[in-house]
């Protein structure tokens, strides 16, 4: 399972982006699915996830700025960020746990990872 992240740029603070996160290759099911993101010198950290069921979570600074979505049709998740702010800077990362099954018949859950996708905010 592969997951490929687009969307990110350079943005003057008060812009917005829209953050895709596509999963690929033979997936039976995909569940929950993540955002994080790592800013220079410090660990990543979560910035929101959403369950199958379309439930969110968000980090408290991004409450009432970002909102994630998601496609299950298209294995897909969206960050649309507004109202950015230059300590949004950082490299945003996909995450989804996802259930699929082996040639030998047997299913196989696990995590993928996206490549992460650079997004910068300017003063």
């Known amino acids: 399972v592969q997951l490929q992240a687009s969307g990110g740029g350079l943005v003057q603070a008060g812009g917005s982006l829209r953050l895709s996160c596509a999963a690929s290759g033979d997936v039976k099911s995909i569940n929950g699915m993540e955002w994080y993101r790592q800013a220079p010198g410090k660990q990543r950290e979560l910035v929101a996830t959403?369950?199958?069921?379309?439930?969110?979570n968000y980090e408290d600074s991004v409450k009432g700025r970002f909102t994630i979505s998601r496609d299950n049709a298209k294995n897909t998740v969206y960050l649309q960020m507004n109202s950015l702010k230059p300590e949004d800077t950082g490299v945003y990362y996909c995450?989804?746990?996802?259930?699929?099954?082996?040639?030998?018949?047997?299913?196989?859950?696990?995590?993928?990872w996206g490549q992460g996708t650079q997004v910068t905010v300017s003063s």
């Open positions: 959403i369950t199958r069921g379309h439930s969110t």
């Open positions: 995450a989804a746990d996802y259930t699929r099954l082996r040639e030998d018949s047997t299913y196989e859950v696990g995590r993928a």
